[in-house]
């Protein structure tokens, strides 16, 4: 229905609507959407690139050459500066022993800024190119070879029978492993030193590049696969033993330690006979005289002898170190064990202290029994169930840590491991380049002991880091606690305000009376604290003071062995007359050396047993532990459990302990008879080599004896037969004497020279050893002196005691002796060896001069008689067939013979030209030399 009055009411209006509108260009839509698909493609792939390279990086540390490392090297340095910038409280046992554990970054920025300083050159030498292709296998092997299991393990443990445990397990694993490196330094050092004397031989011509090359592969070679057929054999014999005594395991231990001296014997063997291995290989192969050769070896053993007393050195050293390092940790362990009880009788403490509020309450009739022990049981229930969670969220939150803080410690030793290859790599190039033994043998020890310091320096800082993250986790749980405490006691306060009606004056009575007793109570665990820091600073001192009598006593244990058997040989020697003064010294250098090495291996095998033996024993306190652990824990539950099961548990604990102490003493006795067996096989081994040695020296000696008397008598012979010709006649009397007179005129000149010279020689020789002495003697003092003022102020910060001061002063008076008698040795052994080197030349200088006189006097006299040469061929055979040398001897005799002959007549016919009075003067300087070969026949 349409209302047509409407349309006057309303009025039509038209307007115009302005719109800006966008027109779709399909072609330019489609371009546009691929070439966006393309550039996301092209971004998406670069980004899985590198994160693919990212990730190789990780999984593959870059060595420290790279721009990244020092980067990531600050950044790590930054972070723990950082971390330990906050105040611990619980520091006081971190200085245990009267110094700190280690400082953050102590050497962090020097190795950076060498390391920046290297890059900004951008050389690359052949030192680098070396170290650059096998740095991946120092990386893998040597970070496997250091310590990458720190003081984090040992906090984790539950309780201190295995965090003991745990010390002693890795104190083995790192002795065992510096074993093992130091068995691969002493292999790498002898073939290191045998490339540089050979390479001494190389640049005089008589060996060739490739033959040394191949030589010193070969070596190797052979080595690796004796070493290898030995493993394979230890393997073979253990597998086969755990088999065999699987359900004894005191059997198999012994089976096992038994098999462990087996393999150390024959590998001691195999490291002897390499020796006589390389000898026989140069006889063979070199094309070098058996003199050059024995000489090589000689000096390649007084190196090697060198080496293994450093080696004994640094092995005591670092046996020391590990000593020193677990008393440090064996105190901070039984810091945080007063710690852990002290936390727990706080929490008894907690509910004791409401216990006399509320029995006041109970006289004033404000509670109840039944209701004073509903509230105390409940308040001690609640505080258990918060001590539980805190210990769950403490577990939880340190094993967090604990696997970053081991990532940490795995890339800090593999750059140390990175950084130290390069720097051996360096060493190595440039003492190569100028192919100097003395600098190899002094410098590169030295090397490895700066190396070794390195690494024990930057466990410590890992170490303190740790112990400090784990403390600083321990507080901010502990003030989570105690937070919760808190409210838990102001809810005690509250229902106790309800139920007994209390006004606000009886509500701070009871708050007030429980911070009373608190406070007392946090003030005697304060003062325990402060006993028991005093207690463990005197334990140190005094467990220092038993590591220092047990080294003196090592130390003459040792010297009273070798003062023992080398007077045994000197009383074998002077009984033997056959042997020369040469000989018989030869003998006993070559036994100080084998005794030298014996004392290192008798050492490295105690040190060994003895921490063998306490891990083994630390397992079984362990179990003593578990069984302690079960009676407490009975105590606390004395209702679930009834008086007869307890008693049994007690029981149970004193046989374990009982059975414990007789195991202890019993392996403490047979290590004892099992070392003092090993010392007596280990002598007696030494014994039958000396008796070898002296064989050997004896039987070449009678050797050498036949062939110089046969020569001598082939000589006298032919002296006769010219002495015959002279009486004949042929020469006049007159003449003779005056050649003979020369003779001895001549003779006479050459011994007082000599012996001039030796005299020279031996003061310019005592002069250098002396000043070289005095030199070093400044240079130690100075750097003990450095050190133990430093040591000093350091422990007067720490506020050391005046027994720690007198301590440290009486271990520093016995460092600064043993340095003293140490280089007393040093420069002694030098002066005897040079001395012994001197007289050695001079002697062969003094025969090869009077064998040239003798050989000079016969030809004289030969060509004053004119022999012809069928004379001479016959004096000749007739003193060879006399003394029954060879053909071969004889041409040679014979043909030298005539060569210096007619050397003479030159000489003789100038000496008749001249004044007769002049000529004893100028026959000195006219006659000629004898040939080398006549001078090798007669020596």
């Known amino acids: 229905m349409a209302y047509p009055f409407l349309e006057e009411l309303f009025q039509t209006v038209q307007f115009e609507l302005d719109r800006t509108e966008f027109t779709i260009d399909a072609p330019w839509i489609t371009g546009a959407f691929f070439l966006g698909l393309i550039i996301s493609g092209v971004i998406t792939a670069i980004c899985i690139f590198l994160c693919f390279k990212d990730a190789e990086r ?112 890795q104190d083995l694993d790192e002795f065992n492993k510096m074993e093992e490196a130091q068995e691969k330094e002493k292999d790498d050092m002898l073939i290191k030193l045998l490339k540089l004397r050979l390479k001494k031989l190389n640049e005089k011509g008589r060996v060739s590049e490739p033959y040394l090359a191949d030589l010193v592969q070969q070596i190797t070679d052979d080595k690796r696969s004796s070493q290898a057929v030995l493993d394979s054999e230890r393997a073979e014999n253990e597998e086969e033993l755990k088999k065999k005594l699987s359900k004894n395991e005191k059997e198999l231990q012994e089976a096992l330690d038994n098999v462990d001296t087996d393999y150390n014997q024959k590998l001691r063997q195999l490291n002897k006979d390499q020796q006589e291995n390389i000898r026989q290989k140069l006889l063979r192969t070199s094309g070098l005289s058996e003199a050059e050769v024995d000489d090589l070896i000689e000096k390649l053993k007084q190196d090697m002898a060198e080496l293994e007393r450093k080696r004994g050195l640094e092995q ?33 403490g907690e509910v004791d202290s409401f216990i006399e509020p509320l029995d006041k309450l109970l006289k004033e009739g404000k509670i109840i029994e039944r209701q004073k022990n509903e509230l105390m049981d409940q308040y001690a229930k609640d505080l258990i169930d918060i001590q539980k969670r805190h210990e769950i969220e403490s577990m939880r939150q340190q094993q967090d840590l604990a696997e970053k803080l081991q990532q940490r410690r795995e890339q800090r030793m593999r750059k140390l491991a990175d950084k130290h290859a390069k720097e051996q790599a360096m060493h190595l190039n440039k003492i190569e380049k100028e192919a100097k033994t003395d600098e190899f043998v002094k410098n590169y020890p030295d090397l490895l002991h700066q190396q070794q310091l390195e690494l024990e320096e930057i466990q410590t800082e890992l170490d303190q880091t740790e112990i400090q993250q784990m403390e600083r986790v321990k507080m901010q749980l502990d003030k989570e606690k105690d937070r919760e405490i808190m409210e838990r006691r102001n809810k005690l306060v509250q229902t106790l305000s309800s139920i007994g009606q209390l006004s606000e004056s009886d509500v701070n009575k009871i708050i007030k009376l429980h911070d009373i007793r608190m406070n007392s109570f946090m003030e005697r665990q304060k003062e325990e604290r402060a006993r028991m820091t ?35 040989v000197k009383r074998v020697l002077s009984s033997n007359l056959e042997l020369t003064d040469e000989a018989k010294k030869k003998i006993l250098l070559e036994h100080e050396r084998n005794i030298e090495a014996l004392n ?48 049994a ?19 403490l006795s047979a290590l004892r008879q099992k070392l003092a ?20 020296l004896e039987a070449g000696h009678a050797r050498r004896e036949a062939i110089l008397q046969k020569q001598d008598m082939t000589l006298q012979k032919l002296q006769e037969k010219l002495e015959s010709k002279l009486t004949e006649g042929a020469l006049a009397p007159s003449w003779a004497d005056q050649l003979i007179q020369q003779h001895y005129n001549q003779l006479e000149h050459i011994n007082s020279t000599l012996q001039h010279n030796r005299e020279h020689q031996e003061r310019v020789l005592t002069e250098k050893i002396q000043a070289k002495k ?44 043993k340095a003293m008698d140490e280089l007393q040795r ?92 002049d000529m004893g003067i100028r026959s000195k300087s006219a006659v000629s030399r004898p040939r080398s070969s006549l001078r090798k026949k007669t020596s």
């Open 58 to 169: 990780k999984k593959e540390p870059c060595p420290p050459c790279c721009k990244c490392f020092n980067k990531q090297h600050d950044e790590e340095v930054a972070m723990l500066v950082s971390s330990g910038a906050e105040n611990i409280t619980t520091a006081t046992y971190l200085e245990i022993g009267g110094k700190q554990i280690g400082r953050l970054g102590k050497n962090d920025k020097k190795g950076s800024a060498k390391r920046k300083a290297s890059l900004k050159t951008g050389k690359r030498d052949v030192g680098v190119e070396k170290w650059a292709e096998s740095v991946e296998t120092a990386t893998n092997k040597n970070v496997s070879t250091l310590l990458t299991s720190g003081m984090i393990h040992i906090l984790l443990k539950k309780n201190s029978a295995d965090a003991d445990q745990e010390m002693k397990k």
């Open 316 to 348: 005591a050293r670092q046996a020391r170190a590990l000593a020193e390092r677990l008393e440090k940790r064996r105190q901070i362990l039984e810091f945080q064990k007063l710690q852990e009880a002290q936390n727990q009788e706080a929490m008894s």
């Open 534 to 568: 005093a207690k463990l600073q005197e334990k140190w001192e005094q467990r220092m003071m038993k590591l220092e009598m047990e080294a003196q006593r090592d130390s003459a244990d040792r010297e009273t062995i070798q003062e023992q058997q080398k007077a045994t």
């Open 600 to 647: 290192n291996e008798l050492q490295r095998s105690r040190i060994k047993q003895q921490l063998s033996l306490e891990h083994k024993l630390s397992l079984r306190r362990s179990r003593l532990a578990e069984l302690q652990q079960q009676k407490e824990q009975a105590k606390l539950e004395r209702k679930a459990m009834t008086e007869k099961e307890i008693k």
């Open 649 to 667: 548990l007690e029981n149970q604990l004193v046989a374990e302990e009982e059975k414990y102490e007789v195991e202890r003493q019993a392996a």
């Open 677 to 696: 067996k090993e010392t007596m096989a280990a002598l007696a081994a030494q014994e039958m080599e000396l008796a070898a040695l002296i064989g050997r």
């Open 774 to 817: 005095l030199q070093k003697q400044r240079g130690l003092e100075d750097q003990i002196g450095k050190e133990t003022h430093e040591d000093l102020m350091e422990r007067r910060r720490a506020g050391a005691s005046k027994a720690s001061q007198i301590l440290d002063q009486f271990l520093m008076e016995q460092r600064h002796q």
């Open 826 to 917: 040093e420069m002694k052994l030098e002066l005897e060896r040079c001395k012994d080197q001197l007289n050695r030349d001079l002697h062969k200088e003094l025969e090869s001069e009077l064998e040239e006189q003798k050989s000079q006097l016969l030809s004289q006299l030969a060509a004053a008689c004119n022999l012809s040469s069928a004379e001479i061929s016959e004096a000749v055979d007739t003193a060879v067939a006399d003394t029954g040398a060879d053909g071969k001897a004889a041409k040679r005799l014979a043909r030298e013979l005539r060569q210096e002959i007619n050397k003479a007549k030159s000489s003789m016919d100038m000496m008749d030209d001249d004044d007769e009075e």
